[in-house]
């Protein structure tokens, strides 16, 4: 079956502005993840929505980012007023539910460049 | 806080040649999961393994074996008779369920380059 999709693959910006990426997980998947990549290092937890609702957004790393999933499936994440040090891959991953034993599949990413 | 380390950035290896990939966790929890994902040049990550904590039991899966040893918090994984398309970057990473669901924490990763 077909797995977690994300657009665009790449997205180039100048600072100063917004951004949306955008996650398609897993059909039947409840879990939703966001996590970001910088170069050279691993991926770091930003979000995780259960169903509809974000769940923990203790990842984030200020009040540029936000992100929705307003129907339990497709999830958006936002950056407002981006900036340079914004510029990163960014993951998505999905999972059955939340136990240990759900394992996280990730999507392609989606590479932002702020100018 | 959860800490995973992997102390290799970089290994190269001739083709056929074994190779043990470290990690290195600290975690306060008692249960747990410990993970190995592969993220070949293409960008995406690729599952490889899930141990949960109360089952230090070796694994082996092909060419793939892991070792999880709780005493010295390790989960290394190795790779015998390494093959050029084993070439990609590798991350350990640590479950938590610390303010609900399975966040990951990531290690650095460890690059691994196999040679003809």
């Known amino acids: 079956g077909a797995g977690v999709s994300q657009t665009p693959s790449n997205k180039v910006t100048e600072k100063g502005k917004y951004v949306e990426l955008r996650c398609d997980p897993i059909?039947?998947?409840?879990?939703l993840y966001w996590y970001r990549q910088s170069l050279g290092q691993g991926p770091e937890f930003l979000i995780y929505?259960?169903?509809?609702?974000?769940?923990?957004d203790s990842g984030l790393p200020n009040d540029r980012f936000f992100a929705v999933r307003p129907e339990g499936s497709v999830s958006t994440l936002k950056i407002q007023r981006t900036e340079r040090g914004d510029s990163a891959v960014y993951l998505c991953?999905?999972?059955?539910?939340?136990?240990?034993?759900?394992?996280?599949?990730f999507g392609p990413g989606t590479r932002l460049t702020v100018l | 806080a959860q800490k995973v380390t992997q102390a290799q950035t970089e290994i190269s290896v001739v083709e056929k040649e074994d190779v043990t990939l470290d990690c290195v966790y600290e975690?306060?929890?008692?249960?747990?999961?410990l993970f190995w994902y592969k993220q070949p040049p293409s960008g995406e990550l690729v599952f490889l393994i899930r141990r949960n904590s109360f089952d230090e039991q070796n694994e082996i899966s092909g060419r793939y074996s892991w070792n999880f040893q709780k005493s010295t918090s390790s989960f290394n994984f190795t790779i015998t008779a390494s093959q050029v398309v084993d070439s990609a970057v590798y991350f350990c990473a640590l479950s938590s369920f610390t303010g609900g669901g399975n966040k990951l924490t990531f290690g650095t990763g460890t690059q691994l380059k196999v040679e003809l």
């Open positions: 991953a999905s999972s059955l539910g939340v136990g240990g034993t759900d394992t996280q599949y």
């Open positions: 059909s039947g998947h409840t879990a």
């Open positions: 975690t306060r929890d008692t249960t747990y999961y």
């Open positions: 929505f259960q169903g509809t609702g974000a769940a923990d």
